[in-house]
């Protein structure tokens, strides 16, 4: 991830969850073989509620790493961790050859309304990055950013300012949370820009492939979703095809409208399939590697 985003460059990176089966572990495999053509940059794995996937994680981006010859990134939570489990788990991720890391404080665990660090642990995601750059100076960083803002910040500005701590601690790239209006990036962009934040900032990308899942999607994470797309989605909400059409349409704009706005690369969130990625980035001509 460090060496990533270079002038005149554009990084594609794909993010999965860990599959509950062997079963599904095979079929985001198999839609991993088909994105590995687009040649990501690296694909990223997340971490279960409460951090109860850690050893699934990087077990995956070990699988990533061993069988599609890509660069993985494990996410990484302050969740119900001690800052002395947080080392081992460091530890323990270098050794089996993980090599970047997405630095989150994480959700609360569920039933839990609010996010409570436990005793001996830490509290915010800048201290967690500030943790792994002491312990593994070598790893390479992302952190999570809010173009409309986390739903915990009293504001912009608070939120902006809690951004700044991350990278300040050390963090090599922003990945933002997702989006579905580009003028709220653009001017999230601006307000990053003029608070002297120089690493890079990842727009994240979701296709729409179902109306109902988007809806609950966005109310979680307070995301904007627009008028127009959400009357073009319902009136069609019968039509699995017809909302798959309308999101991949969708995005392959938003898309582009991006890449002419000079974004140094995208992060996809794919929900462990394939194809709607595959028609986004096939239309944007960004062409399998061969």
């Known amino acids: 991830m460090r060496d990533l985003y270079q002038p005149n460059s554009f990084d594609l990176s794909i993010e999965i969850f860990p599959p509950k089966t062997p079963q599904g572990d095979n079929a985001v495999f198999e839609h991993l073989q088909r994105l590995k053509s687009f040649a990501p940059a690296f694909v990223s794995c997340t971490y279960g509620a409460g951090g109860s996937t ?32 947080l080392q081992n788990w460091l530890t323990y991720a270098h050794e089996n050859g993980i090599r970047n890391i997405m630095a989150l404080r994480g959700d609360p665990p569920q039933g839990e309304e609010s996010f409570q660090a436990v005793e001996g642990g830490l509290r915010y995601a800048n201290e967690l990055v500030s943790l792994i750059r002491e312990h593994s100076p070598e790893m390479g960083i992302g952190v999570a950013g809010y173009p409309e803002k986390h739903p915990e910040a009293s504001d912009a500005k608070t939120d902006l300012d809690n ?34 934040i120089k690493v890079p900032l990842v727009p994240g990308i979701m296709p729409i492939t179902s109306f109902a899942r988007i809806k609950r999607i966005t109310s979680m994470c307070q995301a904007v979703f627009p008028d127009d797309l959400s009357n073009r989605l319902e009136a069609v909400q019968d039509d699995d095809q017809a909302q798959f059409e309308i999101g991949v349409e969708y995005a392959i704009e938003q898309c582009r409208e991006l890449i002419d706005a000079d974004v140094p690369g995208m992060h996809f969130y794919v929900l462990n399939k394939s194809q709607a990625c595959e028609r986004i980035l096939d239309a944007l001509g960004l062409c399998p590697a061969t």
């Open 54 to 85: 850690q050893t699934r994680t990087v077990e995956l981006c070990q699988r990533i790493q061993n069988e599609l010859g890509t660069a993985a990134t494990a996410h990484f939570t302050c969740v119900g961790s001690t800052v002395e489990e």
């Open 163 to 196: 951004l700044k701590r991350k990278v300040d601690a050390g963090a090599d790239a922003v990945f933002t949370q997702l989006f579905y209006d580009n003028d709220n990036f653009y001017r999230f962009r601006d307000a990053y820009t003029a608070a002297g």
